[in-house]
């Protein structure tokens, strides 16, 4: 039998001046730059703000802009609160209710091993029953000493094994706990997801600031939608289904949309090695800015998604994707085919492919007055 896999937390950043982190997980994403008219752009940033305009960006075509679609596969996702996630917290209440059970059990045990050395101490000091007509004082004073050692005894017994059932039940109950966190965070946390951003930048007067505004975000987890509409980042997220055709095309139907969304990838290429100079290239750079979403009431809301591309085990490759329809999800960005060179350094608006990334999920907040918005 195949072991199973146990759930890999993800540690939040440290150090960074962020809103508390909501969310860890790991990271498969298929990241594609797809330019469209600005127009469709310019429309989408003013509904959302009049302080909002496309970001000005370097390589990007005259009367075009770069929308960011990215495909998510999400692994191992699991909440955090406070500082503790919830597997510790499961391990805690976990551990909290084995003491408690197991206490219970060993005291009930170890009452009945003192009271049967207690019994024991009894008969001792009382002697045969043809002897008990011969009692004398001493004999008294001595099973009444024995009969006390007896009962100290049965409640040592008592407090012995609640101690020592005390200590398996924390152990057990919250090893047990954790695993059925864990295995939680396998199967809930684990969905796909796909979220279409666009570079902007939020400029009153002198001050000037990036974001990324999230367009359109649509996946295949219940979870994922019941804590967009709990928590409220603004990113709107719909229900869709996605399928593999058999030339490897996924398609992802959304009910609002005519028509389904479809993206082909092609081969990945080598590993792209992690460096300074490949972060600041133009699509994963777009990936840094903080998130801006639009609540249904029309408030803005700031979360930042952290990644961590360069961390130990994540990988990324350039690969070349066609995409079609991509106004199923983008209204203006055409209903045609596009076709996306694979991310490097004479494509640095190409499509990549990361995976096994660390990425951690902040609390939504409101805009302040340093955000220009």
Not at 37 to 65: I, T
Not at 130 to 146: H, L, Y
Not at 226 to 238: F, I, P, S
Not at 308 to 334: F, K, W, Y
Request: aromatic share 6%; proline share 6%.
């Amino acid at each position: 039998m195949t072991a199973r896999r146990r759930a890999r937390t993800v540690e939040p950043p440290a150090g960074a001046e962020r809103p508390a982190v909501y969310s860890t997980a790991r990271l498969g994403t298929l990241v594609c730059p797809v330019f469209v008219p600005v127009g469709a752009v310019e429309a989408a940033l003013r509904r959302a703000s009049p302080s909002l305009a496309p970001a000005r960006l370097a390589g990007v075509p005259r009367g075009k802009h770069p929308v960011i679609v990215e495909v998510w596969r999400v692994q191992d996702g699991v909440p955090w609160f406070g500082a503790m996630n919830a597997h510790d917290w499961s391990a805690a209440a976990g551990a909290v209710v084995g003491a408690g059970v197991f206490a219970g059990v060993g005291a009930v045990v170890g009452a009945g091993l003192g009271a049967f050395r207690a019994l024991g101490a009894a008969e001792t000091a009382v002697g045969p029953a043809g002897s008990a007509r011969d009692a004398s004082r001493g004999r008294g004073r001595r099973i009444a000493g024995r009969l006390v050692d007896g009962i100290a005894d049965s409640l040592t017994g008592i407090a012995d094994g609640a101690g020592i059932g005390a200590r398996g039940g924390w152990a057990l109950g919250g090893r047990a706990a954790r695993r059925q966190s864990e295995w939680r965070s396998r199967v809930i946390g684990t969905y796909n997801e796909i979220i279409i951003t666009v570079p902007c930048a939020a400029r009153r007067g002198a001050t000037e600031r990036r974001f990324s505004y999230v367009l359109a975000t649509c996946t295949d987890s219940p979870a994922s939608m019941l804590g967009e509409r709990a928590v409220g980042w603004g990113y709107r997220k719909v229900e869709a289904r996605g399928s593999r055709m058999p030339d490897g095309t996924l398609q992802v139907t959304v009910a609002a949309a005519d028509r389904p969304l479809r993206l082909r990838p092609g081969n990945a290429g080598a590993v792209v090695e992690w460096s300074p100079a490949v972060a600041a290239r133009a699509t994963l750079a777009s990936l840094e800015a903080p998130l801006l979403g639009t609540l249904a009431d029309g408030r803005l809301r700031i979360s930042y998604f952290d990644r961590a591309h360069g961390a130990a085990g994540a990988t990324l490759r350039g690969v070349d994707v066609a995409i079609e329809s991509l106004d199923a999800l983008v209204p203006g960005a055409g209903a045609g085919a596009v076709r996306v060179p694979a991310f490097g350094s004479r494509a640095p608006w190409g499509a990549v492919y990361a995976e096994d990334v660390p990425v951690a999920l902040t609390h939504p907040r409101a805009p302040r007055d340093a955000d220009a918005l």
